[in-house]
């Protein structure tokens, strides 16, 4: 079995602890009865909710719950699958949300994206996760120890996880920007890996940005059903609360991406100058050597024409012939390096 926990909530205390579905199942609708039965006319009826839990359930799980909690079947198929982006369907009495977790991992300067689906009716709740973090646990300890929030009911669970996930987003933040900050020193440090990193970086982003930016808008159309569903005014605050963070997270991942996007064209410029300033240099090294290489070849050429082997050449057999010559070869090689000196050559 993939249920991970279950318990049952009565006036926001937990009064059951169910280990299977089936379990679930006969003790949600004895808690409803009982709760039904102790109700005097002038009582408000206590709030009865179950809160089933599941990692990546089978098909087998999934069908029984759609079953049991008329689960509309294009919901159903969406968990199934899974890889959804996030939003809210109501189906009905039955509101179908996606929520996208996230947790930043530092040693691979990485965001771990993860997938929550939850089923929210009248009197239950239902997470399926699809990730190993996803800050559940922690909701479930929270809602348990306010039982105020308890009372709100299944919407009062699902703000609980809204909040929570929306808060985790903040830590991520935090990690990119550091990241960002180390790319910008390494910019001007000359790091070679710089540009890889810059990618990595802005690809990371953009699928943490994917995974926020619905948000907002999906909230906004939640919010449009408040009146309709009588939801607690208390709790339409708390929401709206959540939505602000939700655009303080996206604007910030908007800068972000502008920040990467003018670091990637700050490295292209700043890689087009290095190997400018690299040419130019080997350009300077080029003009030296060739310009020592022509000095050098002018005895050469004094030398290799006198060398020849004609038998009529006066100069051979002049006496001054030999002090010419070097002095030929010296002057030759004197005045290369004063016309390359002023040219800048050497």
């Not at 909530?9 to 059951?16: A, H, N, T």
């Not at 943490?208 to 919010?223: C, I, N, W």
């Amino acid at each position: 079995m993939s249920i991970v926990e279950s318990a049952i909530y009565r006036d926001g205390r937990k009064v059951e602890s169910p280990q299977s579905l089936q379990d679930t199942y006969r003790l949600l609708q004895t808690v409803m009865d009982r709760a039904q039965q102790e109700t005097t006319e002038d009582d408000h009826e206590d709030t009865v909710v179950a809160w089933i839990g599941l990692y990546r359930p089978s098909k087998e799980e999934i069908a029984s719950l759609a079953e049991h909690f008329q689960l509309h079947e294009l919901a159903v198929e969406d968990t199934v699958q899974a890889h959804q982006r996030p939003k809210m369907e109501r189906y009905g009495e039955t509101l179908f949300t996606v929520i996208r977790p996230a947790v930043y991992q530092d040693e691979t300067e990485t965001v771990e994206i993860g997938e929550i689906h939850i089923f929210t009716g009248p009197n239950f709740v239902i997470t399926i996760r699809h990730s190993e973090s996803s800050g559940v646990s922690k909701v479930r300890k929270r809602v348990e120890a306010d039982p105020e929030l308890l009372c709100f009911g299944p919407d009062g669970i699902l703000y609980a996880l809204l909040d929570q996930i929306v808060d985790d987003y903040f830590p991520v933040l935090s990690g990119l920007e550091n990241d960002i900050d180390e790319i910008e020193d390494s910019l001007f440090a000359g790091e070679s890996n710089v540009s890889q990193r810059i990618y990595e970086l802005a690809r990371e982003v953009n699928e943490f940005h994917r995974g926020v930016a619905p948000l907002s808008e999906v909230m906004r159309r939640y919010f449009a059903g408040f009146t309709k569903y009588g939801t607690h005014e208390e709790l339409q605050h708390r929401l709206r609360d959540v939505l602000d963070h939700v655009i303080q997270v996206s604007g910030k991942l908007d800068s972000m991406r502008s920040s990467l996007t003018d670091a990637m064209s700050l490295d292209s410029t700043l890689t087009t100058a290095r190997q400018n300033e690299a040419a130019m240099v080997q350009n300077d090294q080029m003009k030296k050597i060739s310009s020592w290489a022509a000095i050098l070849f002018a005895p050469s050429i004094v030398g290799s024409i006198y060398g020849m082997n004609f038998e009529n050449m006066p100069e051979l057999h002049w006496t001054l012939g030999y002090p010419f010559a070097l002095v030929l070869m010296v002057l030759v090689g004197v005045v290369l390096y004063a016309v390359f000196k002023v040219k800048d050559w050497l």
